[in-house]
């Protein structure tokens, strides 16, 4: 079973799954593993036959805190305010800064298969009353709360300090505000120009009441009120916050001793490091999910963040190294195990569902898509870069017919992620120039067992169609004439690429025009003159 069918199998009754963003800044591909864990955790759940809502809301009256978000001519007018009041700095496409930057992850959310049931936002929530009674038993337990931070979390607030952010009605920010005494129908707040380094309150006192979008909950109790107010029963969390006395420690806490409610399910989940750096919040080159994306589709970012179980860090190389190349042939491999096909090596118990969850289609044919024809990614990633090659026919000779409407798709997807992993990260050694001409500086340096060899592979049957039959015939060849195979592909390399390495000889040798191997076999065995 899958770690989500297990998790399914020991819940029952309606499930409620939910997560919230801050919608500030673009979304890193380290941070994408959450809301797929989320969709996958309801997918699994729907699967199992329970009721299930999947929620995602936008927690968009938290503060404006990140000067490097804005221009520098709204630094000053904008920080501390509520990021659902800023105004678009793309301009006019979006009524504020919190729908612009929520629009670009719903959109990648939406890329990769995750369509919530219902995105909410609590700038929408508040003004319509639904929080003001968890705001007044909030104030009205304050001693509990402040209790709570100091016990669970050591925190210490102040005596006279309120669980409470209000909007300032003179100077619109929220970062800046400290609310105290409260009298049962209003709050004495302060717009205190130090109370945060990175904004400046107006100085403003008075007393407002918090109720009906004026104020919000501080971040654990707004938390630990959504999972009241929507019913949550199950909300995956990043490992940064499940940290003991961390952030779902306080809210758990807050959930049981204020609003007296059970806390949802947690699950959570590991950081992926990608090239040794945490990726969640950095700005490293391809760490944008848009760029990743380009070189990893969707199928295969799903079953990337899914394949590990949540607990599990994940580290993830890409730069020169074959780990994009490894991440499709592990798809391929758990597609071709789900069709029912023999495959090499290991496979984790829960592959078919693991595989089912990575479909973009929620609802797609499993079985149809596992016995989708699928080139190899290696393959591709040779193929494009060879002059004057047909790759769909290519790829049907391989097949042995011809493709579907669904395995094109996949073909032209896989040829467009091979493109942009060779300009992006490929490692030297994938990148070939196969010498039009014999190499033959490189002929010379070969020795006499190594052109018996590519004489005979040159006179052993009629060239093969695919990369798997010519690294298979390679072999053959090599055990027969007892060459070691490193030698054999020295040989192969330097007849072809004038080089010592290169990718998979099998592939190499498959891309290439038959004529044109044998003819080059030949010249490099000395059997035929250069
Ligand atoms: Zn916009
Ligand atoms: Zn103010």
Known sequence: MDWADE????????????????PSGTVHVGSLRGPVILDVIARALRHAGLETTLLYGIDDLDPMDAQALL?????????????????????????????????????????????????????????????????????????????????????????????????????????????????????????????VTWATGCGWSGRVSPFGGAAKLPWNLEWAAQWSLLGVTIEPCGKDLSTAGGSRD????????????????????????????????????????????????????????????PNHAVDFDPEGTDAVP??????????????????KGDLPPGYAGTFAYSLLDRDAHVSTEAEAFRPAFGHLALLVQIP??????????????????????????????????LEAYAPERSI?????????????????????????????GDPPTSGDAWQNRIFEVAGAGGLPNGRAFAALYAAFLGRSNGPRAGWLLASLDPEFVIDRLRIASGQVPA
């Open 7 to 22: 998790l399914a199998a020991g819940v029952s009754g309606p499930q409620v799954v939910n997560d919230s963003k801050t």
């Open 71 to 195: 221009t520098p001519d709204a630094v000053e007018r904008e920080m501390g305010k509520p990021l659902a009041h800023v105004p678009d700095p793309a301009g006019d496409c979006h009524e504020s800064y919190a729908r612009h930057f929520a629009g670009l992850f719903i959109d990648t959310f939406r890329g990769l298969g995750i369509v919530p049931d219902r995105y909410y936002w609590m700038s929408d929530i508040y003004p319509t009353g639904q929080m003001d009674g968890f705001i007044r038993t909030a104030l009205d337990r304050a001693t509990t709360v402040r209790d709570i931070y100091r016990r669970v979390a050591n925190v210490q607030h102040p005596d006279a300090w309120l669980p409470l952010s209000v909007i300032c009605p003179n100077c619109g920010r929220i970062g800046t505000t400290f609310a105290t005494d409260w009298d049962g129908q209003t709050v004495a707040i302060e717009c205190r120009p130090n109370l």
């Open 250 to 309: 306080r809210s758990d806490a807050i959930a049981r001793e204020v609003f007296e409610r059970e806390p949802p399910l947690n699950v959570p989940y590991e950081f992926i490091n990608i090239g040794g750096k945490k990726m969640s919040t950095s700005k490293g080159r391809g760490a944008a999910a848009h760029e990743i994306v380009e070189v990893i589709p969707p199928e295969q970012l799903r079953f990337f963040f899914l394949r590990p179980r």
């Open 326 to 343: 490894r991440l499709f042939d592990e798809f391929d491999k758990f597609a071709a195990a789900t069709a029912g096909k023999p495959v």
């Open 388 to 421: 004057n090659v047909d790759i769909p026919a290519r790829v049907e000779a391989e097949k042995g017919e011809s493709l579907t409407e669904r395995e094109t798709a996949i073909l032209d997807e896989r040829i467009g992620a091979a493109r942009a992993w």
């Open 432 to 460: 070939v120039a196969v010498r039009e001409d014999p190499p033959i500086e490189a002929l010379l340096g070969l020795d006499d067992d190594q052109r018996r060899y590519l004489g005979a592979l040159a006179e052993a």
